[in-house]
């Protein structure tokens, strides 16, 4: 379907094809009409999936031709930081050529963002992209103009509940006013989002986009390894290698620390990125990855969703991510935008059952590569299944 099939308001349809935008996805196909006729709407899609602008397109063009006024219309909440940048990001190619204004509100910033924050606040920005501690701390001092507020829109509400901001989300929602649009996406539908959904949702529509396998264009490995290994590996997989881009996930801020270091002794032109950083620390790395400036970037899962950075040759899993969903996220960062790429995954002994269930979402086997005499042998693949009692602890206990 074409974007022209919505009679989106001139301006925006001149950002939408300046911004290269064509054709929908299925997920925009679905979620722009249900939107443009008020409804409130939850959603099951993932990152890549278009979903940022299944909801910002009929937003901004629901705020366009309405009467205009100084008051915040539309609320994104979203979990972290370098998701709220890049929606703002998105959000500014979309409207560049309509009066929309728009802040990304968000923490581990200065004293002067703040500052500025409070001020495009209390003028009432057209759209605010925030996270969730943050705009508490800017309604608790009551210089938010949110009487006004249209839109309330939950991005990635499933992480969110994850990370534990429940309550803060209730808590935001407390200062808004009952008569508005809520917009819910989440990757997955369990229990809990559907709870919330029942809260904060009036008579929703509902689409659910299927969670999709990973693209055939993938090439999929992995190495059986003991831990002391991984560097190492890491080490004579990229040797030689002319890529452009290279991105390691690592699942503790210790090991992307290490990681990051091991390899910079090497001569590559390699950057972390992890909590430990300051936003705009963290800005700064991911703007060279983006530029080629540095083509390994090595991080938390902080960027294994909700970033948008295509051409990455390599993506390896320094550890087995959490789930299956986790796996396919982060791997899903290469082979993008019909391009082909490479997923590599390190399991140990302890990850072989966590890795086994990845598999079975799959619906078939990751090909186990053999390590490279240099490395050594590593353990043997013998994953036992865990049973339901175990998942569910383990998964709990994270």
């Known amino acids: 379907m074409n974007f022209d099939t919505f009679n989106f308001e001139s301006g925006l349809l001149e950002g939408i094809k300046a911004n290269a935008y064509t054709s929908t996805t299925p997920i925009q196909e679905q979620a722009i009409p249900v939107i443009l006729e008020g409804k409130d709407l939850i959603a099951s899609a993932q990152t890549g999936t278009g979903k940022t602008a299944a909801f910002l397109l009929p937003v901004i063009h629901k705020i366009i031709t309405s009467p205009q006024s100084n008051n915040v219309k539309a609320l994104v909440i979203v979990p972290t930081r370098e998701l709220a940048s890049q929606i703002d990001q998105q959000l500014e190619g979309f409207s560049y050529f309509t009066s929309i204004s728009s802040i990304a509100v968000y923490g581990g910033t200065d004293a002067a963002s703040f500052v500025r924050e409070q001020q495009a606040l209390t003028e009432g920005a057209d759209i605010v992209i925030c996270t969730p501690g943050r705009m508490i701390a800017h309604l608790n001092q009551n210089h938010v103009k949110i009487d006004g507020l249209r839109f309330l829109i939950l991005d990635e509400a499933d992480r969110m509940l994850d990370m534990g ?7 935001i929602i407390s200062f808004l006013p009952e008569q508005r649009q ?14 919330l959904a029942r809260k904060v949702l009036k008579n929703p529509s509902e689409i659910n986009i299927a969670v999709s396998k990973p693209a055939e264009k993938i090439q999929q490995i992995a190495y ?34 290490a990681l990051g270091t091991a390899l910079k002794h090497t001569g590559l032109a390699v950057e972390s990125i992890h909590s430990d950083l300051e936003q705009n620390e963290r800005e700064k790395v991911l703007s060279k990855f983006k530029n080629r400036q540095i083509n390994v970037l090595v991080s938390t899962d902080i960027l294994s ?8 040759d390599l993506v390896i899993n320094y550890d087995v991510p959490n789930d299956g969903e986790d796996y396919i996220h982060r791997i899903g960062r290469t082979a993008r935008a019909e391009s082909e790429g490479i997923a590599i995954t390190f ?9 086994l269930e990845i598999e079975e979402l799959l619906g078939k086997p990751v090909n186990k590569a053999t390590l490279p005499l240099e490395i050594g042998q590593g353990p043997a693949y013998n994953p036992k299944k865990l049973s339901g009692s175990k998942r569910n602890y383990r998964r709990e206990k994270r």
């Open 182 to 195: 809520t917009l819910m996406f989440a990757a997955t539908m369990p229990p809990k989002i559907r709870q």
């Open 305 to 312: 969703r909700g970033i948008d950075i295509e051409d990455i």
């Open 224 to 257: 059986v390894v003991y831990d002391r290994q991984k560097i190492a590996l890491v080490k004579t997989i990229l040797h030689g290698k002319k890529l452009r881009s290279v991105l390691v996930f690592c699942s503790t801020k210790i090991s992307t620390k």
């Open 347 to 355: 399991i140990n002994e302890k990850e072989q059952s966590r890795f």
């Open 165 to 171: 901001f429940y309550d803060d989300i209730m808590k």
